[in-house]
């Protein structure tokens, strides 16, 4: 997008031992000279700092990876003086980006590739928030195929953290998971939030490593 933050310009490489994809994407990347993000899975060696570095690239964060089966899972409550549910992302989309956007601190077109967008076929998304009266204050969405589902976007406006929405509407994305059938949903974690996702019943099984480069000079 050439905004300037790590995730408004950002590659995702599927796999870590595909280093000529990987020397490509960092290049593409700091061409753009704004800052920048590579994740992908595994942990960091020695040949892909080799193919970053070069470039600027450095480590941020080893994000885990987390799991949970659906078998045993129970549907959770919303803290007292919120409410929570699946939101229509056709009507009350761009207010769902707003809180999302606000609660990452990442600029809002980046957050609007969440929102509206065309999904392979097979593939459904769905969007959730929590309430303070009718603010629209956290965020979530699930992403599944039927067999295996995803929790992407949980966000918190800043001055409702510490309350427990985040595990809520995580929450709500996981029981939308289990009743279309998946057997379990997964996530990645920041280290930050990781504790809160154990407490949930999720457990690490990997990580994806996460690398950025801030550029000295960026255009303004």
Not at 119 to 148: C, I, K, R, W, Y
Request: glycine fraction near 10%; proline fraction near 8%.
């Amino acid at each position: 997008t050439h905004l300037p933050h790590p995730f408004a310009n950002f590659g995702i490489l599927s796999k870590a031992s595909d280093l000529d994809s990987l020397n490509q994407l960092a290049g593409l990347l700091a061409e753009v000279n704004q800052p920048a993000g590579i994740m992908l899975p595994g942990v960091e060696t020695d040949e892909i700092r080799t193919v970053l570095e070069p470039y600027g690239f450095l480590m941020a964060e080893q994000m885990p990876a987390m799991w949970i089966p659906l078998d045993e899972w129970s549907d959770p409550s919303c803290p007292d003086g919120f409410s929570m549910r699946a939101i229509d992302i056709e009507q009350e989309g761009d207010t769902w980006v707003e809180a999302m956007c606000e609660g990452y601190e990442i600029p809002t077109p980046v957050g609007a590739m969440f929102g509206h967008q065309e999904l392979p076929e097979g593939m459904a998304v769905e969007h959730f928030a929590v309430f303070n009266d009718d603010q629209m204050v956290a965020t979530s969405m699930s992403f599944h195929d039927g067999t295996m589902g995803g929790v992407y976007c949980v966000a918190t406006r800043k001055e409702f953290r510490r309350r427990g929405l985040g595990e809520a509407v995580t929450g709500l994305a996981v029981s939308a998971l289990r009743n279309t059938g998946a057997s379990m949903a997964v996530l990645q974690a920041s280290l930050v939030g990781a504790p809160v996702y154990e407490r949930m019943g999720f457990k690490s099984v990997g990580t994806l490593p996460l690398y950025v480069r801030i550029p000295e000079s960026p255009p303004t």
